[in-house]
């Protein structure tokens, strides 16, 4: 078992420092004469108007955080699925039962109005 | 010393340095980021102890969720380039101490019981935990109460964020 | 082999830390960080004890399946307190939260 | 014979042991080079398929693609990636340069790593973790990070809003790409991804037709692709969360998007249509390399296709059609998959009746779902169709002189 998650630790080594080398070859391949309006923030050529802080929609935070309910709700459900076999009609009740709840939470966020962009 | 302790020193060491980054850093955003890579430290931690599950879940909830909501909230609630004026308060002194006497109050409790040289068992025989996990969540007999309760208080959670956080 | 002392011990640092994120800091968010750190650590001492326990007994991560979602509807509640505050107050910073003091 | 994979890698395995180093430390070291080979594999992958791209998009649209550079265009991609690695590489003022530079990076590594647990062939099974579905989720997550991290590091008004834009998006379509993810689960009985594809004797495509549409689109709303390309809309926010990158850096965010689709396709290939699996490829494992490629291709040329071919949605259609109506549907099916599936097997039935319920079951919750929408007034108060009087497209000139 372990064995598999080292080739993921080796994995995950393998998959960044290939890339960060990709990112860092250029760094003597290419050539690097920083001025300040090529520094500066591209706007496409517009001046650039207070700082990068704009006021943001609540509703961004409120799509994840239904995500976030649902994602973990989801996740509780995986070991469900792999148990199934072992399961009895009852506990397959259940998960649907779980289910349900997580649509009724669906329908109160839509009912509600929460999962409106405008 | 054998591989796996070196492995966990590595993951300790970095997910403790990230840690005291969450708690110190002065800018928020970068919190979270330490805090990223904090919970990434746990995950592997999980992965140790053969609980790939929890490790995985720990992945997608704790920073596929969680960590993203909370740069949300904090891009929602203040200006991000601009906040990096002390950021604790006036009793961090006594806060710093509490933390090191639970610490070592722990270190010490830990020193005295037997549970200190306990070696990992054998995991050959052992069921699947997933299958196992799915099984005695549904169980009546288990912990099937429990799990609906967690549905339930989700949804509550829901409920009780949109009413807070939403205006009409 | 890693005997069980190492994670607890890593487990407590982690919860010292987080303890002191939630008592130092001043911004709402950052406390609630905090208090993910301490879940964490709780969750690494529950994994540990069914590791190093008896295996046959799954209770270990069961009780860290639930904290996680207890975790997730206490940022989520907490979260959404801080931006309507936020809204209200114009602040984050936990002192100043202090409309239901007398 | 059959399997020169798995030759090679005991041949590498023998030379290394050959040199004296211990037998932990080679295998540990044959790992590593194992997921450098396939990590390198991966990124030259995306060199062809940025040609084959431009050449399926210039047929679609009337046009011949590149076709200068080397015979029909093939030297192209090379020409690209010389120029792209000698261009510079600047960081604006104003930027986090920590998180601006490690956002790429992180960005490549969350795509390239889904491919640490595919199954290629019958022997080259990647790492067979007993969890993998829920770890391609939980690597997706990783690249939301990145994207974040470099919408937030580049102090720029229009990154950060592409990036909470594309955030969002990947966040609202996780949640039917995760619920879809289940129906193969439930059907393999397995995270395993390994144990998917040992578990697909008739493909899941048959038995889940559903679920395999709802994850084709829910995953290339994931990677950004038109038409749910609102993330990087050239028009409203210049170019989305990577705005401020140049050269190589901006060119990983090009390179991870192509690869995802390709790993998209493969994602679809394993868990819908079977991976490796067709006749022969249990004894001749290279051939189940060259099936695998097939289907992946397969999976690729649609995504491709469905881009080149519809334009961008606005962005409340976009979160209406997954909150109202694929996520719902997704809730439906699972249910009725799980509950059919269980019926099913306490009844005993045969593998062939198995897969007929089930196709009838999915044809007939999709027939349901087109019943409902039909149903659904599509004049809305909100957004009422206007109507326009019909204008002349040139007025003649003694009209106008009045």
Known sequence: MLDNWLYIGLFIIAAILIPAVAVILPRWVAPRKPNAIKQETYECGMETVGDAWVQFKVQYYIFALVFLIFDIETVFLFPWAVAYDKLPMFAVMEGVIFIAILLAGLMYAWRKGALEWA | M????????????????????????????????????????????????????????????????????????IMLTRKVMQDSGPQTNANWIVAALLGLVLFVGIAQLLRKSSAVGMMMPAMDGAADPVVQLGEVLVSPNAYVLPFEVASVLLLAAMIGAIVVAWKK | MISL?????????????????????????????????????????????????????????????????????????????????????????ADEINLMKW | MGDPINLISQWFNDLLLGWGLGEKLVAVLSLFVGAAILVTASLLTVVVLIWVERKIAGRLQDRIGPNRAGPFGLLQPIADIIKIFTKEITTPDGADKVAFNIAPVLAMASVLLIWAVIPMAATVVGSDINVGVLYIVAVGSLGIVAILMAGWSSNNKFALLGAFRAVAQMVSYEVPMVLTLLIPVLLARSM??????????????????????????????????????????????????????????????????????????????????????????????????????????????????????????????????????????????????????????????????????????????????????????????????????????AVAPEAADN
């Open chain 4, 192 to 393: 395993g991804i390994n144990d998917i594809v040992q578990a697909q004797s008739t493909w899941f495509i048959v038995i889940a037709p559903l679920a395999g549409l709802i994850f084709l689109i829910t995953s290339m709303a994931e990677v950004g692709r038109a038409p749910f390309d609102l993330i990087e809309a050239e028009s409203e926010i210049v170019a989305g969360f990577h705005v401020e990158y140049s050269g190589m850096a901006f060119g990983m965010f090009y390179v991870s998007e192509f690869l995802h689709v390709w790993t998209i396709g493969a994602l679809i290939a394993t868990l819908f249509l079977g991976g490796w699996r067709g006749p022969g490829a249990e004894t001749w494992p290279i051939l189940g390399l060259f099936y695998f490629y097939i289907k992946t291709f397969v999976g690729y040329f649609l995504i491709t296709w469905i881009r080149l071919s519809l334009p961008r949605v606005r962005i409340d259609q976009l979160l209406s059609f997954n909150w109202k109506f694929l996520t719902p549907l997704t809730l439906v099916i699972l249910v009725v998959t799980a509950i059919v599936d269980k019926a099913l097997s306490m009844a005993g039935a045969a593998r062939w009746l198995y897969v007929l319920v089930m196709l009838a079951a999915n044809v007939l919750v999709g027939w349901g779902t087109m019943l409902v929408l039909k149903t659904v007034e599509p004049n809305r108060p909100g957004r009422v169709r206007q109507e326009f009087p019909p204008r002349p497209v």
């Open chain 3, 5 to 93: 002392s190492w994670f607890l011990i890593f487990a407590a640092a982690l919860f010292s830390l987080g303890l002191y994120g939630v008592l130092a800091r001043k911004n709402a968010i950052a406390i609630l960080m905090g208090i993910e750190l301490m879940l964490n650590a709780v969750n690494i001492n529950l994994v540990a004890f069914w590791r190093y326990g008896d295996l046959a007994l799954i209770t270990g991560q069961v009780f860290a399946v639930i904290v996680f979602a207890v975790a997730a509807a206490e940022v989520a509640v907490g979260l959404a307190l801080v931006i309507s505050l936020y809204r209200r107050r114009s602040s984050v910073v």
């Open chain 2, 2 to 73: 054998s591989g796996l302790e070196i492995i966990f020193l590595v993951v300790a060491a970095v997910t403790l340095s990230a840690a005291f980054m969450v708690v110190t850093t002065p800018n928020l955003v970068h919190g979270a980021l330490w805090l990223v890579l904090t919970l990434f430290g746990v995950a592997a931690t999980f992965v140790l102890l053969n609980a790939a599950f929890l490790a995985v879940v720990q992945v997608v909830v704790y920073i596929g969720a969680i960590a993203i909501l909370m740069i949300f909230a």
